[in-house]
């Protein structure tokens, strides 16, 4: 089995490929579609992947809210602008977050949002980030006179925006363009990208056609997105995220697992993840079947390393070079029986190049059966 390393899942994006704004309808974006019992590429519309499902399918998303995780504040009176990037809460009102300048926020450091947050640096950890703790000084608690009733969570709210990669620089998007329409529990730093192209009308008409859909959750992190930077796949340190995989959620897949329709056996019924997060969970929980689980997830899965254990299909976005996502996708491909998931991976980037597709999150999607 070859040995696959980091610079091996690189190419080439020119800037013009990344798409800085959603399409609207959201179906109407572009989805190339691999077929890899044939070796045989489609070129499609969103709305069209009802073509490609079948009675009994199962549809697995994710559910999770993306928080308006970025924060800026100060830069008035010749002061440079300040950056708070949340990241995740380690405990109540404690958060670890990205910060720049970093020689603003060293470890001890007080800081002002606005009059009704204030933070203070806890730590500054090996990484660069820091675990910094936020505060309403005007709740009735004896700092002020002054009262509010905001609670911390409400406030980050009021302050933050939406929190878009760093190579989105020009979007006109509004906050509800970056959630996907199924979206429910807040805790994401990122979308779920995949899920982007649903909308209501698509969902229904996916339904009307007896495919199932299962919402599982996973909190996607900053760490998702970013470039690997060790050469050995080995040697990289994989991020961890948030999960919750319900008895719903386990009792429904494991009836499509057996190929079971309504209590009836029937033919083997697929089981097609939307997005990479959504298979993070799956290919987490599955030990001889289903079970309700929830915790951290910090599964790496890569070419030759990975024995998929329960997707069929895969619905995704079109992934940065040497990211952890182009990694999944091509191992994917190796599942499906693709000799050299990586050159096939890369080719396939070439075809959606060739053919104008819109690259990373408000991008055009692929789907591989």
Known sequence: MKEYRTSDF??????????QNPVTPRDSSKMLVYDTANDKIYHK?????VEYLKTGDTLVVNRSRVIPARILFGGHFGKPQKEIFLLKEESENIFNVLVKPGRLFLDGKSFIVAPDLHGEVLEI??????NVKFWNPMAEDGFST?????????????????????????????????QTVYAKEKGSV?????????????????????????????????????PVS???LTEHKMHSEFYVFSKENADALN??????????????????????????????????????????????IYPGKHEWKTVS???TNFHLPKSTLIMLVASFLEHKGVKDPVAKILSLYEVAKENNYRFFSFGDAMMII
């Open 190 to 226: 990122a979308a779920p990208t995949a899920g982007l192209h649903f909308t209501p009308a698509l969902i229904s008409k996916i339904r009307g056609v007896g495919v199932n859909m299962q919402e599982v959750l996973l909190h996607v992190g900053r760490g998702t997105f970013l």
């Open 255 to 300: 009836e499509a697992k057996n190929g079971i329709i309504g209590g009836a056996k029937n033919h083997s019924n697929r089981i097609i993840a939307v997005g990479t997060t959504s298979v993070r969970v799956l290919e987490s929980v599955y030990d001889n079947g289903f079970e309700p689980k929830s915790g951290e997830t910090d599964i790496f």
């Open 146 to 178: 002054e009262v509010s009733d905001s609670t911390v969570h409400e406030l980050l709210e009021k302050y933050g925006r939406a929190p878009l990669p760093p190579y989105i620089k020009e979007s006109t998007a509004d906050f509800s363009q970056y």
């Open 125 to 130: 950890l090996e990484d660069g980030t820091r």
């Open 45 to 49: 519309h969103f709305r069209d992947i």
């Open 10 to 19: 690189d190419y080439v994006l020119p800037k013009s490929f990344i798409a």
């Open 230 to 232: 060790t050469e050995k």
């Open 313 to 315: 299909g895969l619905i």
